[in-house]
């Protein structure tokens, strides 16, 4: 299993960049794709969730209207588009895959966040500066 993010880097407070995740070595259809972040001496904060080539099931309220969440199944890929980029938004961001869906869709329907101890794979991490 492999997960490898991609698209990190500087950008000024107001601008865009666009994050990618490419997956493989597992079903990427049928697990709840979701991306992460931590900033230096902070807790990891679930950023938003999509499953199944679906529109994102779950966005925090720092991102919700700045921040698209994507999946395309058919080239194992989850994107992240960040606009309107603020300094608090600057961390490691993780792609994180999944499983059961059911489990985490349950927990965004009742509890409205994702948990990071329900993702079983993750990535490396890139990381954004927003400065």
């Known amino acids: 299993v492999q997960l490898v993010e991609s698209g990190g880097g500087l950008v000024q407070p107001g601008g865009s960049q666009r994050l990618s995740c490419a997956a493989s070595?597992?079903?990427?259809?049928?697990?709840?794709m979701a991306w992460f972040r931590q900033a230096p001496g902070k807790e990891r904060e679930g950023v938003a969730a999509?499953?199944?080539?679906?529109?994102?099931?779950y966005y925090a309220a720092s991102v919700k209207g700045r921040f698209t969440a994507s999946q395309d199944k058919d080239r194992n890929t989850l994107s992240l588009q960040m606009n309107s980029l603020k300094p608090e938004d600057t961390a490691m961001y993780y792609c994180?895959?999944?499983?059961?869906?059911?489990?985490?869709?349950?927990?965004?329907?009742?509890?409205?966040?994702?948990?990071?101890?329900?993702?079983?794979?993750w990535g490396q991490g890139t990381q954004v500066t927003v400065s």
């Open positions: 994180a895959a999944g499983y059961p869906a059911s489990t985490i869709m349950s927990v965004i329907q009742n509890l409205r966040t994702i948990r990071s101890r329900d993702f079983d794979f």
């Open positions: 999509v499953c199944n080539g679906g529109p994102a099931t």
């Open positions: 070595g597992f079903r990427f259809s049928a697990y709840y």
